[in-house]
C-alpha cells in the first residue's frame, strides 16, 4: 500500500516568511497526491492537488509540484499570513474498484502543525 | 461545493456504552464514505469504508464488531461504537466519495467537521 512522510512539526514562523513543508510518498503505480488543511475545529479541506509528474497544484498563494524522480510533493507558500496558521496533511490516493465504481482511498501523512506569528 | 455534516460534533459517554455518529451528504448522494480515526497530533487513519447497500470493507486492524458501520441511503452512513471504552476515545471523521468528481478529476472526497469521542 502507500505511505506518505511529511515533515515533523510544529512549524513556527513569523508573518511574511517563507513556507516549506516537506512530503515524500511510496506507492505502487502513480498516485494523485494531495494536500489537506484544517483549521482549527473545522474538517479538512483540499488546499491543491497534482494528479501526475510535474504537475504543480496551486490555491491561496501556496504550491506544490509532484516529483516522481524523488517521490516528493513538498508544500510551499512565499509569504504567510497568521490566517494560514492551521494543520497541514499531505496524502496519496490510488484508485480502488468495487462494483464498477472507482473511487480513491486517500493515505494521509502525519500532518503539520503551522502557527504563524504577527 | 459539496458539503458533509456530522451528528454529534461532539459526546461524553459513559464506559460499556454505545454511541452512533452519523455521517450525512447533504447536497449529493454518496454511494461511498469513508470513516477516520484521528489521534491527537496524528494522522488520520483510515478505519473502514462504507458502500451503500452493502457491507463495509475494513482495513486491517479495525474491529468490524466494535465499529460498527450502516450505510443505509445515499446520504447517509453511521458509526456506531460499541460498548465503548476509554481507549476508543478519539476524533471521528468521515468523508463522502462525490460520484460526479469522478476519477482523476477534482476532489472526489468531501471531509465532515468531525465527532469528538471521549469516553469517560
Known amino acids: 500500500g502507500n505511505s506518505v512522510t511529511q515533515m515533523e512539526g510544529p512549524v513556527t514562523l513569523s508573518e511574511e516568511a517563507f513556507l516549506t513543508i516537506n512530503c515524500t510518498y511510496t506507492?505502487?503505480?502513480?498516485?494523485?497526491l494531495f494536500w489537506y488543511v484544517q483549521y482549527p475545529g473545522e474538517g479538512l479541506q483540499l488546499l491543491l492537488k497534482?494528479?501526475?509528474?510535474?504537475d504543480k497544484g496551486s490555491n491561496k498563494g501556496f504550491e506544490a509540484t509532484y516529483r516522481k524522480e524523488t517521490t516528493s510533493f513538498h508544500l510551499e507558500k512565499g509569504s504567510v499570513q497568521v490566517s494560514d496558521s492551521a494543520v497541514y496533511f499531505c496524502a496519496a490516493r490510488t484508485l480502488t474498484n468495487a462494483g464498477g465504481t472507482s473511487y480513491g482511498k486517500l493515505t494521509f501523512g502525519q500532518g503539520t502543525i503551522l502557527t504563524v506569528h504577527p | 461545493g459539496a458539503v458533509v455534516s456530522q451528528h454529534p460534533s461532539w459526546v461524553i459517554c459513559k464506559s460499556g456504552t454505545s454511541v452512533k455518529i452519523e455521517c450525512r451528504s447533504l447536497d449529493f448522494q454518496a454511494t461511498t464514505m469513508f470513516w477516520y480515526r484521528q489521534f491527537p497530533k496524528q494522522s488520520l487513519m483510515l478505519m473502514a469504508t462504507s458502500n451503500e447497500g452493502s457491507k463495509a470493507t475494513y482495513e486491517q486492524g479495525v474491529e468490524k464488531d466494535k465499529f460498527l458501520i450502516n450505510h443505509a441511503s445515499l446520504t447517509l452512513s453511521t458509526l456506531t461504537v460499541t460498548s465503548a471504552h476509554p481507549e476508543d476515545s478519539s476524533f471521528y471523521i468521515c468523508?463522502?466519495?462525490?460520484?460526479?468528481?469522478?476519477?482523476?478529476?477534482?476532489?472526489?472526497?468531501?471531509f465532515g467537521p468531525g465527532t469528538r469521542l471521549t469516553v469517560l
Open positions: 506507492a505502487t503505480g502513480y498516485p494523485s
Open positions: 468523508s463522502a466519495h462525490h460520484p460526479l468528481q469522478g476519477v482523476r478529476k477534482d476532489n472526489e472526497q468531501f
Open positions: 497534482a494528479t501526475k509528474a510535474d
